[in-house]
């Protein structure tokens, strides 16, 4: 989850903030006459004049109490490119006189740096200020990216248009903070989705930083009740902003807060290409398999009551959604058999969250044959846990569920499932559900699982053994079937290039995208980049049955707006959009045979 954190009052900000280099052991001084913007605003990242009371002349172009101040600008630009014409100025939303846009000023004041996380944003505290008039100031066009992402500093508190095309790379943080990822190159896809842990993983972070950019509402106010920059009734079934949507002519302020630069709107987006919602794929082959993050589906107690739950819904009609989204998803795919994630690990009575899924999957119909695979225990003892589901008409399983609970799968990774099936004539076939340890979490990781700053964040030793134990424990037969194949599938959390899901390459696992060719395929968004954590490996055994393999992107390309968890003006709802965080990935395999 983001947090954001509010500038300081503009009082306390002069008192806050550390002398600059240029003030070091001096007392500041006023200067004389008006003076430029963009020599207060300099080349660096910080004002050279920092600490010191100064008068300039500038335009108002864009009021923004939401933000605690406006953004003044130069009338006109001087002769160097790397200082940026623009400024913000603190200010009470009840403060005389009112600033409008347009507004010609004469501003004295102390040169100030707000903000915190190392990004700050110059500003001017004013002790005295005189409207001289009405001015226009054009915004200026950015027509590409600047050469790396430091470079938009040339460009802060300036009124911008983006011109794009703009390609919406995430939008995580719409519903939350009104905010937007855009890049001005596509999606932009996880470093080590790309390229393996190193300088060429490096290069490609770096790339990714320079075309990226958020776009903002102009407002600090968490949750905001309408999105007041989308056209007309802001996001719906018809207008969804997905990601890889597209924008064009974009305006607002280049400002820098919570960490980031981000373009402040002053207009609404009026030209948006919407992205589709996709239909559910289809796939070749006489069965088919899905894998499905369900993102922490707990019941309460099972009976109506329990809630607020621990991980999942805080309300029992949070939960009715949450499971009508999932079952939607599930029946829209048609699958013969799913391994889940994320299911509540509390028993397989009747009440469990397990059971109460299968039930409203029976009960949604048009097939009634909905079965779990039983496997007594746990598997693990983790709050939540794998699970499996099938159609009794066309699936059958042999033999028992075995459980790996050694090793890191003991009290981190959770307990992977695997149970032999045999579809009508064909072959026994084994299908393993997995669950490594996500990346989340690094306080408690110690020694090889510390984040070594390598793109492959914290806990990636205990992912790289869990994948190793994995791979020696079929390799001996766990289920006694002797198989034709091996399928294992669920939620790695662990990109493409990252080192445990090559460490399974290597040992002959097939990846089920790779063979059919899918290109540049992901199930997850996570900061405005697109990969896969979600995988499906097959043997040499079952790679030769593989007839199609697709992800449905139903869930990591839409806003949070439409999830479950409350009804947000009734964008959320029965349908299957935003039923988990992740994608659900679908395999079709001729196994009848």
Known sequence: MTLRRFLVAPLLLAACTPPGPDTLGKVPSPETGPMTVSRIQGSGERSPLEGREVTVEAVVVAPM??????????????????????????????????????????????????????????AIEASALEVLGQAAVEPLVVSA??????????????????????????????ARYGELR???????????????????????????????????????????????????????????????????????????????????????????????????????????????????????????GGFPTARGAATRADYERQQAKLVATVRAMAPDLVALMELENDGFGPESSLAQFVDALNAAGPHRDWRFVDAGHGPGDNPIRVGMIYRAERMQPVGKPLMLSEGPFGDRSRVPLAQAFRAGTGPVFVVVANHFKSKGGCEEALDGDVDRRDGQACFNATRVKSAQLLH??????????????????????????????????????????????????????????????????????????????????????????????????????????????????????????
Request: avoid cysteine; proline fraction near 7%; glycine fraction near 12%.
């Open 182 to 304: 855009i890049s001005f190159d596509g999606r932009l896809f996880t470093p080590t989705e790309m390229a393996p842990p190193g300088p060429a993983a490096q290069a490609i972070a770096a790339e990714n930083a320079r075309l990226m950019l958020r776009i903002d509402d102009g407002r600090s106010a968490r949750d905001p009740d309408r999105l007041w920059f989308l056209p007309g009734d802001g996001l719906g079934p018809g207008q969804p902003l997905r990601v890889g949507s597209v924008l064009h002519d974009v305006t607002g302020i280049l400002d820098q807060r919570f960490g980031s630069h981000r373009l402040q709107l002053v207009e609404p987006l009026a030209n948006i290409e919407q992205a589709p919602r996709p239909e559910a794929p289809e796939v070749g082959g006489d069965r088919r398999i899905a894998g499905f993050n369900l993102l922490n589906l707990f019941n309460g107690d099972g009976r109506g």
């Open 145 to 174: 990216a600047p050469a790396s992402a430091s470079d938009w500093e040339r460009y802060e508190g300036m009124l911008l248009t983006l011109r794009g095309p703009l390609t919406v790379t995430g939008n995580e943080d719409l």
């Open 472 to 593: 020696s424990w079929l390799r001996n037969d766990p289920t006694g079937t002797d198989p034709a194949g091996h399928l294992l599938i669920g939620d790695f959390n662990a990109y493409a290039q990252e080192d445990p899901m090559r460490l399974l390459r290597s040992q002959g696992w097939q990846d089920a995208f790779a063979q059919t060719k899918l290109e540049r395929p992901y199930s997850f968004v996570f900061q405005g980049q697109s990969g896969r954590l979600d995988h499906a490996l097959l043997d040499a055994g079952l790679a030769s049955r593989l007839r199609g393999a697709a992800e449905w992107h139903a869930n990591a390309d839409e806003s949070e707006a439409f999830d479950y968890r409350k009804d947000r003006g009734g964008r959320g709802g029965s349908d299957p959009w935003r039923a988990s965080d992740h994608d659900p990935l679908l395999l079709g395999l001729d196994l009848a045979r």
């Open 65 to 122: 109490g939401g933000l605690g101040g406006v953004f003044v600008q130069s009338l006109a630009p001087d002769a160097d490119p790397a200082t940026s014409e623009g400024l913000f100025l603190p200010r009470a939303r009840d403060a005389r006189p009112r600033l409008r846009a347009g507004d010609h000023l004469r501003i004295t004041g102390t040169v100030v740096e707000t903000g915190d996380d190392g990004t700050t944003l110059t």
